[in-house]
Structure formats: structure tokens, C-alpha cells
């Protein structure tokens, strides 16, 4: 009756509350039906019983995440699920240290004039984790009432949790994700771990977890991917991302797009940091879509798609090729036995090497300098060896198709020779996907298509706290407590990583 009387008068509210709630509830409804296929496929079609772990986590992650967003939501009713999740309450084992903390009222003083005394407390325990230690943060909210006259009761009202009446405190739940994205624990291995303390709990209930701070961690994910995206000068890559196709031993190919900026190696003013997006695709049009709003050099490998950038009506994107993938090409002929020809290109892109290792760390003015003064030469010999070469060489010889390739891409190989900001290769944002593929290798694939995404933007939050030499957990835990606490959604730039500050 309550929920019925709240509802507004106004038609066209009703119908923003009943598309809102059809909205999440077509998206849960998809990921249920995906989890149950996952779940109660035929037996000929279930998987490696660890790797349907990783598919079921992914999928309730995302569950989760989805419920937190309609409890967040005011024109969405909070969904139950069918069975009620375990809240694993009293069960922390009593070996585990505790750690008391008594909050007081301001003033146990009554209105009457007289003291108040306590008359009794609520108590409650959250597991807490300090790495390599578990520990049980005991809060205790002591009642006061005077006994001069009924002046009521006071007690401090109970601290906002990540978890509403859950025992992980932030800190606890910031272990888990930084575990699973940066440690490349899955959950279910988690898990494992915490038994052999005595702490028993379900995969479901790590993912549930993960899913709620994914959902409110979001907002610092876009605010970070919007910073970046007002730079001049970005790194841009894309690697592969299997997903499952839940119930079936096959996988997908979804893809991880890598949106980087590192403007150390000449002086700039704006942090580091990495954006990582979960596509379906490896369409350039995705690329485009990640891009949005972005203007200025974007240094790029060799993939056509990003060619679709150079389309746009305002002609605002310059591509900048990457010259160690052009040295690849050339290596891979290298080894292939005697190559002249090959060896003889090495060595000049060795030299320009050795020119942006001497220059490094100085301002654009005095790399542009260097380059122009050394670096150019070495390039218009380059170029005349080229031509001269691609002239002598059968164009379907592997030295050709390397020949080929170089020629293909000259522009945007060229481009670091008239502005000191841009590198000579990609390399800075291949770097940041080192971390991808090394999870991927131990998960093998996603669950999911929204366990993707949510893998994307944790792994934008770790990677970009370890560009700025700062620990992910303290990070992640200091700004997982400050969004419980109210931190405002205008100042969500001072939870970005390269803000951090202890005291946040």
C-alpha cells in the first residue's frame, strides 16, 4: 500500500517508472536466462568444471551489478531474487583477531540537564581484510537514556556500508576485486583461500560483492575515460577478449579496447592513465564510437579500422603509426636466414632508437629539435631505401609484404618528426594491456558480455593505479569508503586515481 501511495499522479511519470522498471528487468531477465543455460545445460555441452566457476561468477557479478543499479534507481522497485542470498551472518570464526571501535553519541547529555546512561548496545561484526591478514572489525553503538525523566533514547545511527547489513567492510571487498583483476585470483580460487582460514564463503557471495562496487565505481570510470578523451594525445589498441556462450564449450571473440595516455617521456603536465572497453566487435566503428568527443594525435598500430577516424567531417584525428610493429615486420625476415636487404633497415631503425632514448624526458621544443636535426636525416635515407628496394624485391615475397607495409603506413610513421609529443611507437599502450592478456591467460574468457565490461573497468581503475605508483587496494578502499559516505557526484575528478590521497 505504502509503494502504491508513493506513486506519482502524473501520466507521463508513470510511464518514465514503467519503462525504467521494464529496462532492468529485460536486462536481468537476459542474464538469468544466460546463468540458468550455464547452469542446467545438457551434460554433453557443460565445460572444465573451474572454467564454468569463471562463467557462473561473471554472470552473477553482473546480476548484481544490475540490482544495485534499480536500488539506486527511484523509479525502479528493487527486485528480490527468487531465493534470498545467504548473508553468511555469524559465522566469522572466533580465532579471527577483533578489533573493537565504540561510537559515541556528540552529547549523552538529556534535555533535563541530566547524564545519560547506557542502558544497552547494538553490535555488529564485517569482515575486514588486511593483505595477508584477516581480521573482524567489531562495532559497537552504545544506547543512552536518562533516568531523571523519558527524554528518549540516543544512540550514534549505524555507519553507511558498501554492503547494506553484510559483514565485508570496503576494505575487504577491494581485496577481492584487486585479487581477481590485478592478482588474477578468480573468485572461486578466493574462495578456496579463505576456507582454510574458516571463513566460509560462496563464489556467488565474492561476486555479488564485486558487483556492487562495480556498479558504484562506475561513475569514476567514466569520469576517467572523459579525462582522457579531453587530451590531445592518446595510444589506442584493441586485443581479444573470448566470451562465453553460456551452456556451450565454445567461446566468442569480444575484444578489449585500450584508450592510454602517458605524457611522461616528454614533460607533460597530465597523468598517466588507461581506459579499457569491452566491445562485441573489432569494428572500426567501435573505435569511433570509444573516441567520441576526442580530438588531436592518436598513435595507433597498423589495424585499418582505425582509418575510419580520418573520415570524420571535422577532420579533427591525426593517426600516428607505430615503428616497432614496422621493425617487426622486418625482423620476422631477419630471422628467416641471410637478409641484407632486412638487416640493413634494422639498423636504421636502431639509430632512430638511439636518438629517442638520448632525448627522452626532455620537452617537446628540444625533442622536435633532436629529431629534426638527426632523426630526419636517418628517415629520408630510410625513404630512399625503400623506394629503391620495393623497386628491386617481388612485391609477394615475405621482404615485400614488409616493404609494403612500411610504404603503406609512411605518413603516419613520419608524423613524430613534426611534434615532439607523439612517440615513435605504440608501445605505451601495449604495455597496459600486458595485464589484460595475463588474466585472460589464467581465466581463459569472460562469463559474459557484461562480465566483460565490468573486467574492462576494474582493470581501468588497477592499471591506471599502477601507472601512478599507487597500491590499487589503498586506492580502491579509500574510494569505495568515501562513495559510501556521500562523496559528491561534482567532485567525483578528486576520486580519480591520480588524485588519491590518503585522506580522501
Same mark, same amino acid.
Given at each position: 500500500?505504502?509503494?502504491?501511495?508513493?506513486?506519482?499522479?502524473?501520466?507521463?511519470?508513470?510511464?518514465?517508472?514503467?519503462?525504467?522498471?521494464?529496462?532492468?528487468?529485460?536486462?536481468?531477465?537476459?542474464?538469468?536466462?544466460?546463468?540458468?543455460?550455464?547452469?542446467?545445460?545438457?551434460?554433453?555441452?557443460?565445460?572444465?568444471?573451474?572454467?564454468?566457476?569463471?562463467?557462473?561468477?561473471?554472470? $552473477?557479478?553482473?546480476? /548484481?551489478? =544490475?540490482?544495485?543499479?534499480?536500488? #539506486?534507481?527511484? @523509479?525502479?522497485?528493487?527486485? %528480490?531474487?527468487?531465493?534470498?542470498?545467504?548473508?553468511?551472518?555469524?559465522?566469522?570464526?572466533?580465532?579471527?583477531?577483533?578489533?573493537?571501535?565504540?561510537?559515541?553519541?556528540?552529547?549523552?547529555?538529556?534535555?533535563?540537564?541530566?547524564?545519560?546512561?547506557?542502558?544497552?548496545?547494538?553490535?555488529?561484526?564485517?569482515?575486514?581484510?588486511?593483505?595477508?591478514?584477516?581480521?573482524?572489525?567489531?562495532?559497537?553503538?552504545?544506547?543512552?537514556?536518562?533516568?531523571?525523566?523519558?527524554?528518549?533514547?540516543?544512540?550514534?545511527?549505524?555507519?553507511?556500508?558498501?554492503?547494506?547489513?553484510?559483514?565485508?567492510? $570496503?576494505?575487504?571487498? /577491494?581485496? =577481492?576485486?584487486?585479487?581477481?583483476? #590485478?592478482?588474477? @585470483?578468480?573468485?572461486?580460487? %578466493?574462495?578456496?583461500?579463505?576456507?582454510?582460514?574458516?571463513?566460509?564463503?560462496?563464489?556467488?557471495?565474492?561476486?555479488?560483492?564485486?558487483?556492487?562496487?562495480?556498479?558504484?565505481?562506475?561513475?569514476?570510470?567514466?569520469?576517467?575515460?572523459?579525462?582522457?578523451?579531453?587530451?590531445?594525445?592518446?595510444?589506442?589498441?584493441?586485443?581479444?577478449?573470448?566470451?562465453?556462450?553460456?551452456?556451450?564449450?565454445?567461446?566468442?571473440?569480444?575484444?578489449?579496447?585500450?584508450?592510454?595516455?602517458?605524457?611522461?617521456?616528454?614533460?607533460?603536465?597530465?597523468?598517466?592513465?588507461?581506459?579499457?572497453?569491452?566491445?562485441?566487435?573489432?569494428?572500426?566503428?567501435?573505435?569511433?564510437?570509444?573516441?567520441?568527443?576526442?580530438?588531436?594525435?592518436?598513435?595507433?598500430?597498423?589495424?585499418?579500422?582505425?582509418?575510419?577516424?580520418?573520415?570524420?567531417?571535422?577532420?579533427?584525428?591525426?593517426?600516428?603509426?607505430?615503428?616497432?610493429?614496422?621493425?617487426?615486420?622486418?625482423?620476422?625476415?631477419?630471422?628467416?636466414?641471410?637478409?641484407?636487404?632486412?638487416?640493413?633497415?634494422?639498423?636504421?631503425?636502431?639509430?632512430?632508437?638511439?636518438?629517442e632514448k638520448e632525448s627522452r624526458g626532455q620537452n617537446p621544443e628540444a625533442r622536435l629539435a633532436a629529431r629534426q636535426e638527426r632523426s630526419k636525416p636517418i628517415i629520408d635515407d630510410f625513404e630512399t631505401w625503400l623506394t629503391t628496394h620495393r623497386a628491386r624485391v617481388s612485391a609477394k615475397s615475405p621482404l615485400g609484404e614488409a616493404l609494403k607495409y612500411i610504404a603503406k603506413y609512411w605518413d603516419g610513421l613520419t608524423l613524430f618528426l613534426t611534434d615532439g609529443r607523439i612517440e615513435i611507437d605504440?608501445?605505451?599502450?601495449?604495455?597496459?594491456?600486458?595485464?589484460?592478456?595475463?588474466?585472460?591467460?589464467?581465466?581463459?574468457?569472460?562469463?559474459?558480455?557484461?562480465?566483460?565490461?565490468?573486467?574492462?573497468?576494474?582493470?581501468?581503475?588497477?592499471?591506471?593505479?599502477?601507472?601512478?605508483?599507487?597500491?590499487?587496494?589503498?586506492?580502491?578502499?579509500?574510494?569505495?569508503?568515501?562513495?559510501?559516505?556521500?562523496?559528491?557526484?561534482?567532485?567525483?575528478?578528486?576520486?580519480?586515481?591520480?588524485?588519491?590521497?590518503?585522506?580522501?
Amino acid at each position: 500500500m505504502n509503494a502504491v501511495a508513493n506513486l506519482p499522479d502524473d501520466i507521463d511519470a508513470l510511464k518514465a517508472i514503467i519503462l525504467a522498471q521494464q529496462e532492468q528487468n529485460a536486462r536481468l531477465e537476459a542474464l538469468v536466462a544466460a546463468f540458468k543455460q550455464a547452469m542446467f545445460g545438457r551434460k554433453s555441452e557443460k565445460i572444465d568444471p573451474d572454467q564454468f566457476e569463471l562463467a557462473l561468477e561473471d554472470i $552473477e557479478t553482473a546480476i /548484481a551489478q =544490475v540490482e544495485a543499479e534499480g536500488e #539506486a534507481n527511484p @523509479l525502479v522497485t528493487p527486485t %528480490q531474487t527468487a531465493t534470498p542470498r545467504k548473508a553468511n551472518r555469524g559465522s566469522l570464526p572466533r580465532h579471527l583477531p577483533r578489533i573493537e571501535e565504540v561510537i559515541e553519541p556528540e552529547s549523552t547529555l538529556c534535555d533535563c540537564g541530566c547524564e545519560r546512561h547506557v542502558i544497552g548496545e547494538d553490535e555488529s561484526e564485517r569482515l575486514d581484510i588486511v593483505p595477508a591478514q584477516f581480521r573482524v572489525i567489531v562495532t559497537r553503538r552504545p544506547k543512552y537514556a536518562c533516568r531523571s525523566c523519558e527524554g528518549g533514547i540516543v544512540q550514534t545511527p549505524a555507519p553507511a556500508h558498501l554492503i547494506p547489513g553484510g559483514m565485508p567492510t $570496503e576494505a575487504t571487498v /577491494a581485496h =577481492v576485486i584487486v585479487s581477481k583483476y #590485478a592478482d588474477h @585470483l578468480p573468485l572461486y580460487r %578466493q574462495a578456496q583461500i579463505y576456507s582454510r582460514q574458516g571463513i566460509d564463503l560462496d563464489r556467488s557471495t565474492l561476486a555479488a560483492w564485486v558487483g556492487r562496487a562495480a556498479f558504484e565505481l562506475t561513475p569514476v570510470y567514466e569520469a576517467l575515460l572523459a579525462n582522457l578523451k579531453r587530451s590531445s594525445k592518446l595510444f589506442m589498441d584493441e586485443t581479444t577478449a573470448p566470451v562465453l556462450d553460456p551452456g556451450r564449450r565454445k567461446t566468442k571473440t569480444g575484444y578489449f579496447w585500450a584508450l592510454a595516455r602517458d605524457d611522461r617521456p616528454w614533460g607533460g603536465d597530465d597523468p598517466p592513465g588507461v581506459a579499457f572497453t569491452y566491445a562485441p566487435g573489432r569494428s572500426g566503428q567501435y573505435a569511433e564510437d570509444i573516441l567520441d568527443g576526442f580530438s588531436g594525435a592518436l598513435q595507433v598500430d597498423g589495424y585499418a579500422g582505425y582509418n575510419r577516424l580520418l573520415k570524420r567531417p571535422a577532420q579533427d584525428v591525426e593517426l600516428a603509426y607505430c615503428w616497432a610493429h614496422a621493425r617487426r615486420k622486418l625482423h620476422e625476415v631477419a630471422q628467416t636466414g641471410t637478409t641484407p636487404i632486412a638487416d640493413e633497415g634494422l639498423k636504421q631503425i636502431a639509430n632512430l632508437y638511439r636518438i629517442e632514448k638520448e632525448s627522452r624526458g626532455q620537452n617537446p621544443e628540444a625533442r622536435l629539435a633532436a629529431r629534426q636535426e638527426r632523426s630526419k636525416p636517418i628517415i629520408d635515407d630510410f625513404e630512399t631505401w625503400l623506394t629503391t628496394h620495393r623497386a628491386r624485391v617481388s612485391a609477394k615475397s615475405p621482404l615485400g609484404e614488409a616493404l609494403k607495409y612500411i610504404a603503406k603506413y609512411w605518413d603516419g610513421l613520419t608524423l613524430f618528426l613534426t611534434d615532439g609529443r607523439i612517440e615513435i611507437d605504440n608501445n605505451a599502450v601495449e604495455r597496459t594491456i600486458r595485464p589484460i592478456a595475463l588474466n585472460r591467460k589464467n581465466a581463459l574468457f569472460a562469463g559474459h558480455d557484461a562480465g566483460a565490461q565490468n573486467w574492462a573497468m576494474l582493470a581501468t581503475l588497477i592499471e591506471t593505479c599502477k601507472l601512478n605508483a599507487i597500491d590499487p587496494h589503498a586506492w580502491m578502499s579509500n574510494t569505495l569508503t568515501a562513495i559510501v559516505n556521500g562523496h559528491k557526484q561534482s567532485r567525483i575528478g578528486e576520486l580519480l586515481p591520480w588524485n588519491y590521497d590518503q585522506a580522501v
